[in-house]
């Protein structure tokens, strides 16, 4: 913790050095500035529209009726008459017995679990790639680099054949394990390591006294923490969005995540035939299932900027 | 040209032409029939959406999406000592199918017992890819007036006394009618293709704002089922020569039927939206289509998405229009059990695709939850269904008029790639709509291209 605080105060402290030389500048450039900051503004309102809108329009249609949906009286961007939020989220509570719930509580496992236990892979591989020296490091790691040109998508079909293969298909290990490998996380943390782990404090430690796994959880793993809990975001996040995989890999729907889940409803919707209709489920379901995504966001905030600057700038 | 030059080219002719030759592959007939297993533990430990009522029996794994399938398979298991159905809904149509392939791949994964849609099943049973279980070697021959003749034929696959399949649904074609508009601007409801579009342009003439109907560029099986109303074979395939087909687009059939509608969408009497896209929900039940010509599931369908499904929406159930009195009964959709060549015990697999639905409570189940248009006679039969009334369509006994189309349809075979054939189809349509292509180019454009997909599959053309 005590390097986030530090780093803090730093770029509190270049902040207003900037703000003061701003100042300086601002009475010769306030006409061309003035003009500048409507440009800039309304370019970021459109930006914000943009981005807001279709959240804004989830917002909307979770509060619909099926036939709200379709026939509501304000459009499709305001609310209709009939407020059904509440009927909409009771009715989740009891079609096919409430499994929507089911499906929320697997996304907290295949997400918490599986954002755990490889941020732990990622943290040990990370730390071991930029602290010891071993046969063959610039070639696994190279490998790993290589692992991060592959999109995770292009391996759904193969983990399917050898999940078939040890007769791990349509159990939740086949979506937990192939999470495990997080070669983002191997590589952010290798980064992290080298640049705000000196080799000295190691040594330093080392000739004090301690073993390497003393070491490890006493001297590193306290100054990697922030990086620690970006890695455990991302993954987290990653989990929790994890869609093709779990599709694949599961067919019972007790055992879907939430994105596979909302898709069935709507495909079962979609198919025309005489199948139940359950457009409301699908839209309140989607609103209730990005909350958790949402505080994740706002609560955690500068843990993810961390994620994105980490390792980008070297000293 | 130098003689490096020269050697280069001809390597690089010599790569080409085997690159070719290796696309068009080849699928030899082996002949091979699915096998048949026995092991009654393999299912043992297997993972079920359902609760099983009955522990320590039998297990058998089934994959359906059928709306209220869960209560059948409850009803099912309920009164059954010796076997227990263990479900998963192993997706909607084309998710369930890819799943079954990536299945078929791995060689294990795949469910005893299958749902499937009629115009699925040949691409589980073409050339060397035998997936489906032939049911008459456990004597299901002996059931066969149970079931519609079309629905029957529809799962022996083109095959003369072999049953890959046990009916489920159908989906007979027929017009839904916006009996209101017809009266409020006083036109008879049409019987025949001739009078269909006459009616179109005398709602016009009396000031109706809407269209006639709506013809969905991204009609797929709608389309055939337009095109079996001709009595032309736009496919023909069969389970007992699997390495053949027929692909007959350019048929009188096919261009009547396409120079009809193309007349009527050039006159502004017919729309083109696609069909079961939020616009055209909105469009069909906010009354801007007089009819709409489609299998009678479609009632549920648009029930749900109305404000309030039980209230007279004006539609009533009608026979389709025909072109003359040989003008046959034509069906749009359904589906059927398969047992699947990876069932742990086949023979099980045949009793519980059998029985699933062979029962009043279960059809029950099926035709109120599920709205599902039953392909066993016992329940076409029974006064239950023939005097079933709509709401939805002002209390109407809708199945009069459904009962004999399902009962005249005599069934029509699909190809083992349908659902590439019907992306062609889609685009072909596309061109002809709305890029004003000529009917007959665009149609031998279409064959020409399914006929020479199938062969680059391997498959013999005739």
Known sequence: MSTATFNASQSAGRNTERRRNRGAEKAKTNKIRGNKHVFTIVVLIVAMLYFLLPVWWLIVAATKTNSGLFFGEHGALWFANKFALWDNIKQLCTYQNGIYWRWILNSFIYALLGGLASTVISVCAGYGFAKFQFRGKKAFFNLVLGALMIPSTALVIPIFLLMSKVGMVNTMWAVLLPTLLNPMGVYLMRIYCQESLPDEMIEAARVDGAGELRTFFKVSLPIMTPAITTVYLLSTVGAWNNFFLPQVVLTNSKLFPITVGLTQWQSQSQAGAASEQVWNLVTSGSFISIIPMVLAFLFLQRYWVGGLTAGSVKS | ?462
């Open chain 2, 1 to 462: 040209m130098n003689k490096a030059t020269k050697l280069l080219a001809a390597v690089a002719a010599g790569v080409m032409a085997v690159s070719i030759a290796a696309c068009g592959g080849s699928s030899s007939s082996s002949g091979s029939s699915a096998s048949v297993n026995t092991d009654k533990t393999a299912n043992d430990n297997a993972s079920c959406t359902n609760t099983i009522k009955k522990t320590g029996v039998e297990k058998v794994t089934v994959w359906a999406w059928y709306p209220g399938i869960q209560d059948v398979v409850d009803d099912f298991n309920e009164n059954h000592d010796d076997l227990q159905v263990c479900w998963n809904n192993g997706g909607q149509g084309g998710g369930e199918y890819t799943k079954f392939q990536n299945a078929i791949k791995a060689g294990t994964g795949a469910p005893d017992v299958i749902q499937l849609e009629y115009e699925a099943m040949p691409q589980f049973m073409t050339g060397n890819e035998q997936h489906l279980v032939d049911l008459s070697q456990f004597g299901f021959n002996d059931y066969k007036d149970d079931y519609t003749a079309g629905s029957w034929k529809s799962v022996q696959l083109g095959t003369d006394d072999k049953v890959y399949g046990v009916p489920v649904d159908l989906g007979p074609f027929v017009m839904y009618v916006r009996e209101d508009i017809f009266k409020q601007y006083g036109v008879d409801v049409p019987t025949t293709w001739d009078e269909f579009a006459e009616a179109g342009k005398e709602l016009k003439a009396a000031g109706y704002d809407g269209y006639l109907t709506d013809f969905p560029l991204n009609s797929t099986a709608m389309l055939l089922a337009f095109f079996a109303q001709t009595g032309d074979d736009v496919y023909t395939y069969s389970a007992s020569d699997p390495t053949k087909v027929k692909v007959n687009y350019n048929s009188d059939g096919a261009q009547k039927v396409l120079k009809y509608w193309k007349e009527l969408v050039d006159e502004g009497l017919v729309d083109t939206t696609d069909a079961n896209t939020t616009d055209w929900t909105t469009n069909i039940l906010g009354g801007k289509y007089a009819t709409w010509v489609q299998a009678s599931w479609q009632t549920g369908y648009l029930a749900a998405d109305s404000d309030d499904g039980d209230a007279d929406s004006g539609f009533r159930i009608y026979k389709a229009p025909v072109w003359d009195s040989s003008t046959p009964d034509v069906n749009q959709g359904g589906s059927a059990w398969a047992v699947t060549d990876q069932a742990k015990d086949t023979e099980a697999a045949y009793t519980v695709a059998r029985e699933l639905f062979s029962s009043d409570s279960a059809q029950k189940i099926g035709v109120t939850t599920g709205g599902l248009f039953p392909a066993w006679t016992s329940m076409l039969d029974s006064d239950y269904f023939k005097t079933e009334k709509i709401a939805f369509l002002g209390d109407q006994e809708a199945n009069e008029i459904t009962i004999p189309v399902a009962e005249g349809y005599k069934g029509y075979s699909f190809l083992p790639f349908q659902t590439y054939a019907y992306d062609e189809q889609d685009k072909t349509l596309k061109s002809i709509f709305q890029d004003n292509t000529d009917v007959s180019t665009a149609l031998s454009a279409l064959d020409d291209t399914l006929n020479n997909y199938a062969k680059q599959q391997g498959y013999t053309v005739e």
